[in-house]
């Protein structure tokens, strides 16, 4: 006798589970928001380096006029070590950095070490009322210098980017030792400067 096979149906293909259209939006934002991260981090990290580069480099000549009135020039500033922090107004960090911009100025040796304050509102466009109250706010009483386009460029090499904070120390002879980009701390501005 023969036996007969059994024969078992074979189970039914499961239907293809479908994704649900919030899964694919939500999976296609963070994978946006993971490359717009990367290239802003490749972008910082170029200006950073430009602004980097200019270390080692001559203090390159200007003449700039300040919020009172007088005239800077690098002739002007040669025989001291100079202090130049680049700042603007709506500026997060400049309104972070501003306290420790103003106790350095202020324990400064005025003999050997000039503080200026580089305001980039001209060259951004801010109008003049945002630029007073800024300042104001700020209440520097060191020299605050009104920065131009080519003053800018001159220092960051970056036109299309007027990065701030930035603070270039230079030393007496007129060469740019340190560049620092972001707001920095009094003990990393003291250390630059000695």
Not at 47 to 70: S, Y
Not at 119 to 134: A, H, I, N, Q, Y
Request: aromatic share 6%; glycine share 6%.
């Amino acid at each position: 006798m023969q036996e007969e096979a059994i024969s078992r149906p074979s189970p039914a293909p499961s239907p293809a589970r479908r994704v649900p259209r919030t899964v694919i939006l939500l999976a296609a934002v963070i994978v946006l928001i993971g490359a717009y991260s990367g290239i802003m981090h490749l972008v910082r990290q170029h200006v950073t380096n430009l602004i980097e580069a200019g270390e080692q480099k001559p203090l390159p000549d200007f003449a700039l006029t300040a919020v009172d009135g007088k005239q800077w020039t690098r002739a002007s500033l040669l025989g001291k070590t100079v202090v130049l922090n680049f700042f603007r107004s709506k500026c997060a960090n400049c309104v972070r950095e501003r306290d420790t911009i103003r106790q350095l100025a202020e324990e400064a040796h005025k003999d050997r070490v000039v503080v200026l304050g580089i305001m980039m509102d001209r060259v951004l466009g801010f109008p003049e009322t945002v630029t007073r109250k800024t300042l104001a706010s700020f209440g520097y009483q060191h020299p605050v210098l009104m920065a131009d386009e080519q003053f800018v460029e001159a220092f960051h090499k970056v036109r299309w980017s007027h990065v701030t904070p930035v603070t270039y120390v230079a030393s007496p002879n007129g060469v740019i030792v340190r560049a620092l980009r972001g707001h920095q701390d009094l003990a990393t501005l003291r250390a630059a400067i000695r």
